[in-house]
């Protein structure tokens, strides 16, 4: 028993031993030949029947492997002597130290064909230059970062809300003047109605919405403000027909604030 | 006669295409080749080979691979890179009037000789060592750094020179070490 341990263990000592050989002779590149192979087979031929388990089958089986490269190497080293290109390197070495720049030079000339090629331009590759020349946009533009452009808010006209397909224009003028219609039958005979009981509805956006419109109407004619200014008070007067906005008279803004507090009291108001 | 006009037109086309510079490296590959002279540009490659003969040029043939295949297929053909190259030798007047001194040659000399010696992978450092035997040490890695830049050899990440596209167009490496050896 104690034996048979004995023999394993030199077994594992000699396989490992193989490995080793086998890999420092492929990573320095020496001469694979210094290798022994039929000493080296023997040996795993002589502990194969002691493996048992899995482990030392492994051991076993990484020693032929490393027997198979060296192999491989030789081939490979029997392959590059063969070919005429090979020389021993000592003599070449030895060659090129004794040999002059001048003896090397020439002798390199007489193996040398060069590549020809020509670097030309024609008058027809000096046009299209020229005409790429012309198209070209200056570095400065190319280069340029897209930057953000700081513009100053401010409200959308109606214009620009038709351009950008907010709104539709034939959809716009009849919704403006069912909201005339709506405004002449609330103002009946008063011939005015206060802004905010006009414009204010169940909603705020509903009254933002109405708000918007009115200002349209005033603008297209259709409807007048007019300020109380003791009482704070804003009345909107309807037209019987649009009467187009004087070219002679100074048009004046009256900016509305229509604010989510504001909209609160009134309907706060309405309430009461 | 139609036929006489179309094979002279397409070598016209084909030696314009392997003269002129095109790209950063020399040379047209054999697939551009196809796309501008048809699939038939092997035949007017031959034509066009003919012609040069008679000024003294060849054209040359570099596959993908270090090794050139016997009998090439189409798709190795296509891969290839197909160069214009002096047929005979040169003189040593003509080398200066290339910008190459006689120096620079000699040095490219020993560096592919010591790379094909050495199974075609030598050491940068041995290399520099051979060289600082003949060429002053400020000029021996600034010729190494040129002969990488204009593709005779090439340099690995471990500092290993091995030949590279350029050697293999325009040297006959056997016929270097046979001259070198024979000296």
Redesign the interface.
């Known amino acids: 028993m104690q034996k048979n341990r004995k023999t394993k263990q030199l077994g594992k000592e000699r396989l490992q031993r193989i490995i080793d050989l086998c890999f420092s002779v492929e990573e320095r590149g020496v001469d694979p030949f210094l290798i022994n192979i039929d000493d080296l087979i023997s040996v795993i031929q002589q502990f194969f029947p002691e493996w048992k388990n899995p482990e030392e089958l492994c051991l076993d089986a990484e020693a032929l492997h490393q027997i198979a490269s060296a192999i491989k190497l030789q081939s490979d080293w029997v392959k590059q002597r063969s070919t005429s290109l090979y020389r021993d390197p000592f003599l070449v070495m030895e060659k090129l130290q004794t040999l002059t720049k001048e003896d090397l030079g020439l002798l390199f000339l007489k193996s040398w064909q060069p590549i020809v090629q020509l670097e030309q331009i024609s008058p027809s590759s000096m046009v299209e230059a020229l005409t790429y020349w012309h198209n070209l946009t200056p570095l400065d533009e190319r280069w340029r970062k897209d930057e953000l452009l700081h513009i100053l808010a401010r409200t959308a006209t109606r214009e620009e809300l038709i351009e950008q397909q907010i709104i539709s224009e034939k959809k716009f003028s009849k919704e403006l003047e069912i909201f005339w219609e709506e405004l002449k039958r609330k103002v009946g005979n008063k011939q005015k109605i206060e802004y905010w009981d006009f414009i204010g509805d169940e909603t705020y956006e509903e009254t933002v919405k109405r708000a918007y419109l009115t200002s349209f109407l005033v603008t297209y004619g259709y409807a007048t403000l007019e300020v109380d200014r003791l009482e704070e008070i804003i009345y909107i007067l309807p037209f019987d027909i649009p009467k187009p906005t004087a070219n002679n008279k100074q048009a004046t803004s009256l900016p509305i604030p229509i604010t989510f507090e504001e909209w609160r009291n009134w309907k706060a108001g309405e309430r009461e | 006669m139609r036929k006489k006009i179309y094979y002279v037109t397409q070598i016209k086309k084909a030696a314009h295409l392997l003269?002129?510079?095109r790209h950063r490296k020399?040379?047209v590959k054999g697939w551009e080749l196809k796309k501008e002279l048809g699939s038939d540009y092997s035949k007017i490659l031959t034509l066009l080979n003919k012609y040069l003969e008679k000024l003294g040029?060849?054209i040359?043939t570099v596959f993908e691979g270090e090794k050139s295949p016997e009998k090439p297929t189409r798709a190795q053909l296509d891969k290839a890179r197909f160069?214009?190259?002096?047929?005979?030798?040169?003189?040593?007047k003509e080398?200066k009037m290339?910008g190459w001194r006689?120096?620079d040659?000699?040095g490219?000399?020993?560096t592919l000789?010591?790379i094909?010696?050495?199974?075609g992978k030598a050491s940068r450092k041995d290399v520099e060592q051979?060289l600082r035997?003949?060429?002053p040490h400020w000029r021996v890695s600034t010729n190494l750094d040129r002969y990488i830049r204009e593709g005779y050899i090439d340099q690995d990440e471990s500092g290993f020179l091995f030949t590279d596209w350029?050697t293999r167009?325009?040297?006959?490496?056997?016929?270097?070490?046979d001259?070198?050896?024979s000296?």
Do not use: H, Y
Not at chain 2, 83 to 92: D, K, P, S
Not at chain 2, 116 to 119: D, R
Not at chain 2, 170 to 175: L, Q, R, S
């Open positions: 003269l002129f510079k020399p040379g040029l060849q040359k160069f214009v190259t002096l047929r005979g030798e040169l003189t040593t080398t290339m006689i120096d040659i000699a490219l000399a020993i000789s010591a094909i010696a050495e199974k051979l035997n003949k060429l350029r167009a325009e040297i006959d490496e056997k016929t270097l070490i001259l070198i050896l000296k």
